[in-house]
């Protein structure tokens, strides 16, 4: 376990400030975090990237694994699950502020020829009440029956580019919630889960499907509807999605570190993934699924996107993500959906409003957030399935006390 002397060293050598009278206080309080989170066998590494305007310190806890003492750092690279659809989304409103395209667009128009999806289209259902026999019994007796069928004077409602990216399509988290309820989440302890989530299979499943809502009515989180979002982009710009990142976020941000390509990660600088048991997690390919969870980042260029999310660096870059931030759709009374991003609101617990995204996949979990009006922002990255969602909201509320 990496002793907290280490770390504050490791944090000189990679170029971090050393932290004044201050700080030192909250870097010990992030230093107790970290290790309360590796002290438990079933958790291995954890990196906490913290911002504070212009100023960034890294603390690294814990090892690799069981078998590799190594510690992490910066430029680790972990899988980010989730978090992978703030770049997703990013991309969108790039490509959108061209003009090329229109966020509101029904994604039905960048799916044709040999990418053709029917994608489902909600109209309003009109109702009446018809008097009929029954079907038996001696006496025929009357009854009401309730006839429901589309109303065809109501317009067609068709799920948008937006709808995708703020999870408001009403489509399903999963393949498995095409078919029935269960949740993707269920499913990840099966090996290579991901394996059903091809072009084809999700266009099948997308075809047949039935919207029970109106688009943009509820929040339902949809890995589905987020990776045909990036597969839309895909097909109008006529570039492989691993490449349209780069072009359009990760290397005008300098992200050297990212990618959605795992051939392109050398197994060096890549922490193993470990279950929420602590047991090595089986490695797996995403496929279709790859804009919404099959990202891979380090601390350091996470670091860098919150920068450029908080205006404090690559200003060009800012309107485009400042959209990213706005409300689309509420989640509940606390909380509000942006496009990738979650907007919780001022409470009884903290007075400004935290823009954020976590994620806990098999063998990885991670954590985003910022507060804008202060300028601070954390990252948390760790190579163990268990959520870290509480660590970076305390290490947030900490930045801004």
């Given at each position: 376990m990496a002793l907290i002397l280490w770390v504050a060293t490791m944090a000189l050598l990679i170029g971090m400030h050393a932290p004044a009278d201050g700080e030192g206080t909250l870097s010990n309080e992030v230093g107790k975090i970290g290790e309360a989170y590796v002290s438990k066998k079933k958790n291995h590494s954890l990196v906490i990237g913290t911002l504070q305007g212009e100023k960034s310190e890294v603390l690294s806890f814990g090892q690799l694994s069981q078998s590799a003492s190594a510690a992490s750092d910066e430029s680790t690279v972990y899988q980010i699950g989730e978090l992978s659809e703030l770049l997703t989304c990013a991309m969108l409103v790039d490509v959108a502020s061209e003009g090329v395209l229109k966020i509101d667009d029904p994604v039905q128009n960048y799916y044709s020829g040999d990418e053709e999806i029917s994608f489902p289209i909600y109209q309003n259902m009109k109702c009446v009440q018809r008097t009929a026999p029954m079907p038996y019994g001696y006496h025929q007796e009357m009854v009401v029956h309730t006839v429901c069928f589309p109303d065809l004077s109501s317009p067609e409602l068709h799920v948008s580019l937006c709808n995708l990216a703020s999870h408001a399509a009403s489509l399903p988290p999963s393949l498995e919630g095409f078919r029935s309820t269960r949740p993707?989440?269920?499913?990840?302890?099966?090996?290579?889960?991901?394996?059903?989530?091809?072009?084809?299979?999700?266009?099948?499943?997308?075809?047949?499907?039935?919207?029970?809502?109106?688009?943009?009515?509820?929040?339902?989180?949809?890995?589905?509807?987020?990776?045909?979002?990036?597969?839309?982009?895909?097909?109008?710009?006529?570039?492989?999605?691993?490449?349209?990142?780069?072009?359009?976020?990760?290397?005008?941000?300098?992200?050297?570190?990212?990618?959605?390509?795992?051939?392109?990660?050398?197994?060096?600088?890549?922490?193993?993934?470990?279950?929420?048991?602590?047991?090595?997690?089986?490695?797996?390919?995403?496929?279709?699924?790859?804009?919404?969870?099959?990202?891979?980042?380090?601390?350091?260029?996470?670091?860098?996107?919150?920068?450029?999310?908080?205006?404090?660096?690559?200003?060009?870059?800012?309107?485009?993500?400042?959209?990213?931030?706005?409300?689309?759709?509420?989640?509940?009374?606390?909380?509000?959906?942006?496009?990738?991003?979650?907007?919780?609101?001022?409470?009884?617990?903290?007075?400004?409003t935290v823009i954020w995204r976590g994620s806990h996949i098999n063998g990885y979990s991670a954590y985003i957030g910022f507060v804008k009006e202060s300028g601070t922002g954390v990252v948390v990255l760790s190579n163990s399935a268990n959520s870290v969602d509480e660590i970076g909201h305390t290490i947030l509320a900490l930045l801004n006390n």
């Open positions: 993707l989440g269920k499913m990840k302890n099966k090996i290579n889960a991901y394996d059903q989530y091809t072009f084809e299979h999700i266009s099948e499943a997308v075809s047949m499907y039935e919207l029970t809502l109106p688009p943009a009515t509820e929040y339902v989180y949809s890995g589905v509807g987020m990776g045909l979002l990036g597969g839309a982009l895909s097909n109008f710009t006529e570039t492989a999605f691993a490449d349209l990142f780069q072009q359009r976020i990760g290397d005008r941000l300098l992200m050297k570190q990212t990618t959605f390509t795992r051939s392109s990660v050398p197994d060096g600088i890549l922490a193993p993934g470990h279950n929420k048991k602590g047991e090595p997690a089986v490695r797996e390919a995403f496929h279709a699924l790859t804009p919404a969870v099959g990202g891979y980042s380090s601390v350091g260029d996470l670091l860098l996107f919150l920068k450029a999310n908080l205006g404090l660096d690559q200003p060009e870059m800012s309107p485009v993500l400042e959209e990213c931030h706005i409300p689309k759709i509420t989640i509940s009374t606390k909380e509000q959906t942006g496009m990738g991003w979650k907007i919780m609101a001022p409470d009884k617990k903290r007075s400004q």
